[in-house]
């Protein structure tokens, strides 16, 4: 569970998604900030930013800090906020677009959320509506150390008695296709996907499976089982930073539950 939760609020239901979600995360002992981002340009902005966090506050009926922040894009705000406050997750909503219960963040918020010097949650849309404790922790595993730091995660997100349950999707790198289907590229599959299957029944207390497909697409799916899906960000330089590879920015876009994006492991 988390220690130092940052939320970003906005006074739309998309941050009581968030908020309900991070309560979910958070540890009972930790500290909660809700944190609005607002341009500051005019003299009453800072006025209205505070009435709505204290609003913010007293719906939820929780003890958490407030923060108003001034900064011409919403995530590059709370990026800097949750760097500032050594938090170890972000939350936010998602946006209003796209099939209800999908994940959706806007290009701006993406765009400085990649590089967050913690983890992001990206709740749901509607799930301030159904704030059931969760009861089922999905993970992408393939081995890697970014996975592995996934389920190390989820491990102790269910601890309070969830399940947790493991996907690997196994595809062929689109050079391996060479724009036409090549002799013994069934007998390949069959064999990477034997190999992941393999790998998964060697995880202890974990309901795993490995599935033939597009990262993005059979995770996305995997999303109707589960009420949260951990993943991991692709590693890339020395230090602990959340960088989107290509799997995690389409579940961004296309996850069917609350999303837990991990930086690479330090």
């Known amino acids: 569970m988390f220690k130092n939760v940052i939320v970003g609020v906005d006074g739309r239901a998309n941050g009581r998604d968030a908020i309900a979600l991070a309560r979910s995360l958070r540890d009972p002992d930790g500290k909660l900030t809700f944190?609005?981002?607002?341009?500051?340009?005019?003299?009453?902005?800072?006025?209205?930013?505070?009435?709505?966090?204290?609003?913010a506050r007293q719906e939820a009926d929780v003890d958490a800090q407030l923060l108003s922040?001034?900064?011409?894009?919403?995530?590059?705000?709370?990026?800097?906020?949750?760097?500032?406050?050594?938090?170890?997750?972000?939350?936010?909503?998602?946006?209003?677009?796209?099939?209800?219960?999908?994940?959706?963040?806007?290009?701006?918020?993406?765009?400085?959320?990649?590089?967050?010097?913690?983890?992001?949650?990206?709740?749901?849309?509607?799930?301030?509506?159904?704030?059931?404790?969760?009861?089922?922790?999905?993970?992408?595993?393939?081995?890697?150390?970014?996975?592995?730091?996934?389920l190390v995660l989820a491990r102790e997100l269910a601890a309070t008695g969830a399940t947790v349950s493991?996907?690997?999707?196994?595809?062929?790198?689109?050079?391996?296709?060479?724009?036409?289907?090549?002799?013994?590229?069934?007998?390949?599959?069959?064999?990477?996907?034997?190999?992941?299957?393999?790998?998964?029944?060697?995880?202890?207390?974990?309901?795993?499976?490995?599935?033939?497909?597009?990262?993005?697409e059979e995770l996305a799916a995997f999303g109707d089982e589960v009420d949260i899906l951990v993943v991991g960000s692709r590693g890339y330089g020395p230090i602990r930073r959340l960088v989107l590879g290509s799997t995690s920015d389409y579940l961004q876009r296309h996850a069917r539950c609350s999303l837990l994006v991990l930086p690479r492991p330090a």
């Open 35 to 55: 944190a609005h981002v607002h341009h500051g340009e005019l003299a009453d902005e800072r006025e209205e930013s505070h009435k709505l966090l204290e609003q």
């Open 69 to 150: 922040v001034v900064s011409e894009n919403p995530g590059r705000g709370l990026h800097e906020q949750a760097e500032e406050e050594d938090a170890d997750l972000l939350v936010v909503g998602t946006c209003s677009r796209g099939a209800f219960g999908r994940v959706m963040l806007g290009d701006d918020t993406r765009a400085a959320l990649n590089g967050a010097p913690c983890a992001v949650a990206v709740a749901s849309l509607g799930y301030a509506e159904h704030p059931a404790p969760i009861g089922r922790v999905g993970v992408a595993y393939n081995g890697s150390p970014e996975s592995i730091a996934a």
């Open 166 to 216: 493991a996907l690997e999707a196994v595809s062929l790198p689109p050079a391996a296709y060479g724009g036409m289907v090549a002799p013994g590229i069934g007998e390949t599959i069959e064999a990477m996907t034997q190999e992941a299957t393999a790998r998964m029944k060697e995880l202890p207390d974990i309901d795993g499976r490995a599935v033939y497909g597009l990262a993005g």
